[in-house]
């Protein structure tokens, strides 16, 4: 009886023992995990394998929205390949006209440009670059709905909501365009695709994932309780390279007093933490 004992005590201490070096399953991502009271899309590119890794939120990443600041990505490309930029070093002066953002109120080169998503700064190189010439590139480029009606200053501003034409992009043509910039082919110069990349880096993680990207923020509400947010970036380490984009739009409003593209980036980086990617 007690030979009997120990050999089942034994067995089950085996059992336990398989229970505990069993892997853990992944964690299945989902929309309401990431995107509370809000519609949200989370794409995920692998650029060595050219598959969709992952994909939350896929019926949202097909609704276009206006690009908001996130069209400061292509426009580099476009200024940097135009002329309109000489480099990364060339400053553009401030008229005076104060902003509600500190960071706005000086003179500015391309590099804070895209860092503080200087609004201003767009505002002057579209006019230097010319409506023609902005369409061609958005044309070739193949940008979202390639809408410039709305004017070549405001286009990619008009709110989410706002009835008229508007320059809009799904996720899903995010996707696409940053896999041009970063493969470089686009109808651009190497060199300005080069530039654009480089004055795009946001942040090494503490694992060694870098990133680059830009931001994008809009509102449903005059209010400013209904946000919209973009997040569009490229994210490499050691041999991994991934495009990222996501978006989303509040259903309800929220007492967050962050930008939506903030909120977007944070999201970003939140899931790419849960997929042992930051």
């Known amino acids: 009886m007690k030979t009997s004992l120990v050999k089942c005590l034994a067995v089950m201490s085996l059992f336990v023992g398989f229970a505990f070096a069993a892997p853990l399953k992944p964690k299945t991502l989902d929309a309401k995990d990431y995107f509370e009271n809000a519609a949200g899309c989370f794409l995920l590119y692998n650029m060595k394998t050219n598959t969709f890794e992952k994909v939350?939120?896929?019926?949202?990443?097909?609704?276009?929205?206006?690009?908001?600041?996130?069209?400061?990505?292509?426009?580099?490309?476009?200024?940097?390949?135009?002329?309109?930029?000489?480099?990364?070093?060339?400053?553009?002066?401030?008229?005076?006209?104060?902003?509600?953002?500190?960071?706005?109120?000086?003179?500015?080169?391309?590099?804070?440009?895209?860092?503080?998503?200087?609004?201003?700064?767009?505002?002057?190189?579209?006019?230097?670059?010319?409506?023609?010439?902005?369409?061609?590139?958005?044309?070739?480029?193949?940008?979202?709905?390639?809408?410039?009606?709305?004017g070549i200053t405001q286009a990619w501003l008009v709110a989410p909501n706002a009835k008229g034409p508007a320059l809009k992009i799904t996720a899903y043509e995010q996707v696409d365009f940053m896999k041009k910039l970063w493969t470089n082919s686009l109808s651009a110069s190497p060199r300005s695709m080069k530039l654009t990349q480089d004055i795009t880096y946001l942040e090494t993680s503490p694992d060694g994932f870098k990133l680059n990207g830009k931001t994008g923020s809009s509102f449903y509400d005059k209010s400013h309780k209904l946000a919209l947010g973009w997040f569009v970036a490229h994210l490499e380490k050691d041999g991994l390279e991934y495009i990222v984009v996501t978006n989303f739009r509040d259903l309800k409003p929220t007492k967050s007093k962050s930008y939506g593209g903030l909120r977007a980036k944070e999201t970003t980086k939140k899931i790419l933490g849960d997929l042992k990617l930051w």
């Open 56 to 150: 939350i939120g896929e019926e949202n990443c097909r609704v276009d929205y206006p690009a908001a600041s996130t069209f400061k990505v292509p426009l580099a490309v476009m200024a940097f390949d135009s002329g309109a930029l000489k480099d990364e070093t060339e400053v553009l002066k401030w008229d005076g006209k104060k902003d509600v953002r500190p960071e706005a109120n000086h003179d500015q080169d391309a590099k804070s440009w895209m860092r503080d998503s200087i609004v201003w700064f767009s505002q002057r190189l579209t006019p230097k670059i010319g409506e023609e010439k902005l369409q061609a590139y958005l044309n070739s480029f193949n940008y979202g709905n390639k809408d410039l009606k709305a």
